[in-house]
């Protein structure tokens, strides 16, 4: 009899955002670590140059600044990330090459030194304000004396907390769609990026927390600006976020003055980073690439519906690697997992947005749920467009670069779309999502350990 109750008491537990939060807690004070601590340095997708980009708010340059001539655009960063990205850089792309003791010792023992003028372009346009926990992190290695591998370490570990805290805080105030929260933020991807050196954990985790709070539909004035705010800071780290910035637009019971303000601030906030980076970081061959495939497109506006079928196609052909990088392709797209891991996720992710069908309806109406779900479009279109007005060959007809961890900090707004239909009978699909991240952490730390080290 009491271990019904005791049953039955933890199933009630599953149906409560604020246990799922502690939950999540729990699931990241064991993986984040675990992850910091056995991925080899600037493993990570693009770790390197974000952990450059850190290094220089470190040192309180927080604008990045295009070098002379049109050739990259960086700055000044410590010569001991770049000797510490020597020793490990021939891990990426050879996923049978493994670190060794001396891969271990030589970068143990490089200390920091000096700063020199780098470049780093795929991060230089990025702001500030994300970096500060790597930034701490590197500014505190230096100041302890430690070696440049435990700075980045230390760095991989803070930005973690601060993710993970983040993250909680949407979960728990995410009230009926808690599980869709908890199920994206315990994904590999998800937690692989939270214990990297990037600005991509504190993003996702702030883009959870705008969808949380603006799921709550009937905001506060400060649950509102906490939104919009969240929202600004994600959306200048990822522009593509930006259609977002129009949903005060068609949550009820909003003044005109505050949908205005709330609207125009984010959108401010972006547009005014993008302008700033784009006359003082942003380097000229990239900008010379934006404005001609822009040209092209004007021009041949048949290409979108072209791109469009070209994307679907290349997604059958490679069997869907974008949503395999969604879930987890770890390290630089090398580290793969179980493809079974991807149909049970697969199934789980459905069982979460099932978990999570309101009570009530979200948006009152249907014009509403339709307006929500065409910002959600919007974004996912964003992210192509965006890919392939920088990095694809102009006047092409695919659109190359895009990742499926791209989409992590737009999958959160999924709550703002979902139907009312609540199911009656959800206890086993709650204690399968709560306890899946289980699977999902030991499977990760077995494929990082398969990956990097020989067995």
Known sequence: ????????????????????????????????????????????????????????????????????????SGGRTDIGLTHLWTVFAGL?????????????????????????????????I????????????????????????????????????????????????????APLLFTLLCLPMSLALFAAVTQDGPMIALSALAAALFARIRLTGAGLAAGSTALALAAMARPALLPFCLLPW????????????????????????????????????????VAAQTHALLLHPHLVPVLVWTTIQNQWLRHFDLFRTFVGVLGWLDTPLPMPYYAA?????????????????????VVRGLAAAILLL??????????????????????????????LPIMPFLALVLPRRRLRSLTWMRVALCLYPL?????????????????
Request: aromatic share 8%; charged share 15%.
């Open 439 to 455: 699977l999902s952490i030991t499977i990760t730390i077995r494929a990082i350990l398969w990956r990097y080290y020989p067995s």
């Open 250 to 289: 068609i949550l009820p019971e909003l003044s005109l003055a505050v949908r205005v303000v709330s609207t125009v601030l984010p959108i401010a906030s972006v547009l005014g980073w993008t302008a700033l980076t784009g006359r003082i970081t942003l380097y000229t061959p990239l900008a010379d690439q």
């Open 92 to 124: 990426p792309f050879q996923p049978g090459t493994k670190v060794t003791k001396s891969m271990k010792k030589q970068g143990a023992a490089i200390a920091w030194g000096v700063s020199r003028p780098d470049s780093f372009v795929n991060t230089a």
């Open 345 to 365: 996720t697969a199934v789980m992710l459905l069982l979460a947005v099932l978990a999570s069908l309101p009570d009530h309806q979200k948006l009152d109406g």
């Open 126 to 177: 990025y702001p500030p304000l994300l970096y500060i926990p790597a930034a701490i992190g590197q500014g505190t290695g230096r100041l302890l004396h430690l070696s440049v591998l435990h700075g980045v370490v230390l760095s991989r570990l803070l930005d973690g907390v601060v993710s993970t805290g983040i993250a909680a805080l949407a979960i728990g105030l995410a009230g009926d769609v």
């Open 1 to 72: 009899m009491r271990i019904k109750v005791a049953i039955h008491d933890m199933v009630g537990l599953c149906r409560r955002p604020w246990f799922l939060a502690g939950l999540f807690c729990v699931y990241a004070a064991v993986a984040i670590p675990s992850i910091a601590l056995l991925m080899p340095p600037f493993q990570a997708a693009d770790e390197m140059g974000h952990a450059q980009r850190a290094n220089e708010i470190s040192h309180g340059e927080l604008l990045a600044t295009r070098f002379a001539g049109p050739l990259s």
């Open 378 to 407: 919007g974004a996912i279109g964003a992210v192509f467009l965006l890919e392939y007005l920088s990095w694809s060959p102009v006047g092409g007809r695919v659109v190359d670069g895009v990742q499926g961890r791209y989409f």
